[in-house]
């Protein structure tokens, strides 16, 4: 069996930004609710400063673990220094992967050679260090795709998969998971839903992407790591199962990928929840 502590934690939300300032008034709160609903949460840096929150935030609370890595946003940040830390922060056991990286050619905030160039390095750090990669893609598949042919992550999430079921295939073949969040819920993504009824329960993971992607029916408001929930009940009924069918399934989909059982047991820490 997995999940040892499944009696605690019934759900994890496997990509939420938890250092973001949009919970500087109340992110205790925020946390103790997510706990409250047996939820645990992995909170990704998107660079070196808020990899470094992730990880604080991570080490106190035992119910959350941290991803570190350079966003494609910030890859004009990365160089070796950077790289140093990185692997510094990754020494700590609540380091479960490297993340978010990847591409982003819709905002192009860091030209796009330098992108493709910070993201191979940090497939190549997480695969030296045998942490899965958290990967950001957006209107970038056609690099994204030649890049992870030829830099194999040893594994790792393509988030907020956005594609046809033909793209889900391409990642599932990398073996790759899904992560599948809010967006599932918006009335456009009538090709996102008929994807995800067909992709495997073992392959997705979910998540919700906090502060952003606010699924229905909040849209519009602050996103929570609570709101997974609304995130399984759409696939289930997708998949015409019950909630709980998927809560399980994709639980221990991220145990796994992520190997969260031996980093809780490692972690403990008295005088922390
Ligand atoms: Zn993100």
Known sequence: ?????????????????????????????????????????????????SSKAALKLAQHHRFIWAGVGIHPHEAKTFDAQ???QLRKLSADPKVVAIGEIGLDYYRDLS?????????????????????????????????????????RPKSGVIHSF???????????????????????TFKKNDILRDAVSQIPLDRILLETDSPYLTPVPYR???????????????IAGLKDIPSEEVTKASTQDAYLLFSLQDKARQTTQVGCV
Do not use: W
């Open 1 to 49: 069996m997995l999940i040892a502590d499944s009696s605690k934690i019934e759900l994890i939300d496997t990509h939420a930004h938890l250092d973001s300032a949009d919970y500087s008034e109340d992110r205790a709160v925020v946390i103790a609710r997510t706990f409250a609903e047996k939820i645990g949460v992995i909170t990704v840096g998107v660079d070196l400063e």
């Open 82 to 84: 950077v790289a140093k």
């Open 111 to 151: 030209p796009r050679s330098t992108q493709r160039d910070v993201f191979v390095k940090q497939i190549e750090l997480a695969n030296d260090l045998d942490l899965p990669v958290i990967i950001h893609n957006r209107e970038s598949t056609k690099d994204m795709l030649a890049i992870l042919r030829k830099h």
């Open 162 to 184: 956005l594609g046809d079921i033909d793209l889900a295939g391409e990642f599932m073949d990398l073996g790759l998971y899904l992560g599948i969040g809010g967006p599932l």
């Open 220 to 234: 519009g408001k602050r996103n929570e790591p609570l709101y997974t929930r609304y995130v399984a009940e759409e």
